[in-house]
């Protein structure tokens, strides 16, 4: 049986069973095989834009006896995907620029039926200023730590509803309901990155270090209310 490391297991739980799973970015295949392992999907579809992964990939498969129940792609983004090819969408362990350009350009994406788990590595912002910009409405989002590292996993799905959120919402999305444990962790990492910012646009570029401390008071404000 697969031991998934924390990030991924995280990602795993909020995985509906289904009947066919898409792992966007899989490497070694981990999360499908492991999802297949304890009954979640019946199929999955494997795919990553290099061929080294999907030979990792290939050895997970083979190693735990997962032949016919995964299906191997070679693919950039989602190039190579059917439309309504998966119900269950995981895109983890990429930028949320390159996320946020997925979900912007991906049209077969806006159906109901479609659930997306998203663990970007880095700019919250633009993947959930893409959601609630495309229709998407974001269900849940969770913090997990790995080692020094705290993720964030979203959870959505589509609406039909586009949304304009505050500014601050943007980066620190509903993390300010509960900012105690791995949320306030998170949040503290995404004001230190924003202060940092603010500092270094100051000289050149003053009305973008004030709008960035303005979005710092709002994050912190929120916070506040809910401590």
Known sequence: MIKLTNRL???????????????????????PAWLLQNGVVRRAVASDIHEKPLENAQKTISLYGLEGKVDLRLSDGFAKILPNEAEEIAIA????EQIANMIANTPWLKNSNTHLILQPMTHYEDVRRALCENGFSILCEKTVAE???????????????????????YYAGTLTDDPTGTNSLLLEKILKRLK????SVAPSDPKTAEHLESIIKEIENERRKHL
């Open 9 to 31: 297991k995280a990602v795993a739980e909020l995985v509906e069973p289904c009947s066919t799973f898409l792992d966007v970015g899989t490497d070694h295949a981990y999360l």
């Open 93 to 96: 362990g990429m930028g949320g």
């Open 147 to 169: 080692g020094e590292r705290v993720y964030l996993i979203i959870s959505a799905r589509y609406t039909c509803v586009t949304e304009v959120k505050p500014k601050w919402y």
């Open 196 to 199: 940092k910012r603010a500092v």
